[in-house]
């Protein structure tokens, strides 16, 4: 009989699988891809639609674009994962599998810190995006010189550090007033990153009269305040969440093995979890690399792993061995609003951080290039004008 292959999830590590899978695994298996959303969505760019909803026409491609005929879609909420049974649970039904990649991504993690879930944005899917739009536009509109609209952004990673940008785009488009916070619990912004790199950002943030916290934790949020464990609190009408993610719940009851606290599937270089018809890659899972070392969250690592997991799932339902993957850093290139700021990319090996034009050209070609590659030049050349 022929074996089933069912990849879950349509962001980086989805789509990536789903396209080296039917490049890899011809007639022996048949291959079923599930997600909530029937969209590949660029998410490293979500945080455009804050200032311009328009730019989702852009950065979301339809899953029929991606996958060839031969691949099955399902457009499902997973629920959870039997692997006694083999069974992917669904909202309603179920799907039998005889190998399985997880790839829903992560959610964020509120670390247990009071009100922070029931009074935050979050961003981690398009409708996050439109969401903080749509409010930020309400801020804006009730807002006065005088008393201008405050925005804190907590968690100054990528995406607070992206987001924060955009807001401060969107107020000097619109001459709106507008206060922004970006605060971040450890020492420096873009906290584990080389120091050139934090310090080229935050001169970018602080140029955009973003005002900076950092070396404060928040210890909890009511309707209108951020109180900060130590001491102090500042009033917010708009506030968002970025400060870490940890798995989705509905993985917790299943029985591979993750990590205690973030919930994050446990792989190996091969992505193959403690059971080895379950593999796992791009922010749902921690893949191993060597000791106490991990391929880090980000789109980056989660479109080179998929490259790898498409072809391993094909040579498991073979029987052939499996090979490793090791993570390739090829730099980081991150904006705030029109700019950016770029470092250790592999193509310009003498300058580790720069910004302007070049920077900026290079964020959009990242993003074009995927597009690219997941769907046709036409389609990547319409999102570069429009990003
Ligand atoms: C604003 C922002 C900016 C970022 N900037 C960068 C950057 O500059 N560079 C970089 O490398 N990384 C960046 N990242 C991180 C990067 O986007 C993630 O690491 C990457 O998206 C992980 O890919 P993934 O496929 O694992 O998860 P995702 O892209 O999150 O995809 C998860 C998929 O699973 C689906 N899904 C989720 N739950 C379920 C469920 N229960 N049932 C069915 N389907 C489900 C989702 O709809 C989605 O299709 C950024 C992230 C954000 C939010």
Known sequence: MTEQVVVLGSGYAGAGTVRSLERSVGDDAEVTWVSDVDYHLVLHE????????????????????????????????????DTDRQVVELEDGEINYDYVLVGIGSQTAFFGIDGLRDHAHTLKGLDDALSIHDDLKRATNEATADDPAQVVVGGAGLTGIQVAGEIAEFRDERDAPVE????????????????????????????????????????????QQVHIAENGQYDYDLLIWTGGICGHEEMESCQVEKDERNLRFEVDRTFQSSDERVFAIGDAALIEQGEDDQAPPTAQAAWQAAEVAGENIARAVRGQSLREWSYEDKGTVVSVGEDAVAHDIFIVPFISTFGGIFAQILKKTIAVRWIRDLTDTGTAMAAWSEM
């Open 180 to 223: 922004i916070r970006l605060i971040e619990g450890l020492d420096e912004i873009f906290p584990g990153n080389d120091p050139s790199v934090q310090s080229a950002l935050r001169s970018l943030l602080e140029k955009r009269d973003v005002e900076i916290t950092t070396g404060e934790f928040i210890g909890s949020v009511d309707e």
């Open 46 to 81: 979500s945080h455009r639609c804050i200032r311009d909803p328009s730019v989702r026409e852009h950065i979301t491609v339809p899953v029929e674009d991606v996958k060839s005929a031969g691949t099955r879609f399902v457009q499902a909420r997973v629920t959870g994962l």
